[in-house]
């Protein structure tokens, strides 16, 4: 699943809003961290030392180096939409089991077994 948090700088800031306000109404899990908070300064000192940001938000995707930008981007967050909502319909495809054959007669389907780690393969049995 995509994990996507945004890094803030409180309430005030106006692109933070529009950004959180976009992840929620496509329907993107987000969290949100504010880096004006006592004991973030190794936070802040990351997105603008080392990333090289000068400008909230940061929005850094699945924690990846290369998947983050700054301020309210809503083509980037529309891709990251677009790819949670894929993600939702391959998670959908593997866990709706097909009930009948046709002809009538019962089917058997096999689907990732979601309570196991790694690829073990789980029988379902339509009935």
Same mark, same amino acid.
């Given at each position: 699943m995509i994990s996507v948090t945004v890094y803030s700088t409180g309430p005030s800031c106006p692109q933070c809003k529009f950004t959180c306000k976009r992840l *929620? *109404? /496509?329907g993107v899990v987000f969290s949100v961290v504010d %880096?004006?908070?006592d004991g973030r300064e190794g936070l802040r000192h990351f997105l603008t030392e080392d990333l090289g940001y000068s400008q909230a938000p940061v929005v850094m995707v699945d924690g990846e180096p290369e998947n983050h930008w700054s301020g309210f981007r809503a083509a /980037? %967050? =529309?891709l990251i939409a677009a790819r949670a909502a894929e993600e939702r319909a391959q998670a =959908?495809?593997?866990e709706a089991p097909l009930d009948r054959q046709p002809g009538g007669e019962h089917a058997t389907t096999y689907a990732l077994d979601p309570s196991a780690s790694g690829s073990r393969i789980g029988v379902l049995l339509g009935r």
């Open positions: *929620d *109404d /496509l %880096i004006t908070e /980037l %967050i =529309d =959908d495809a593997v």
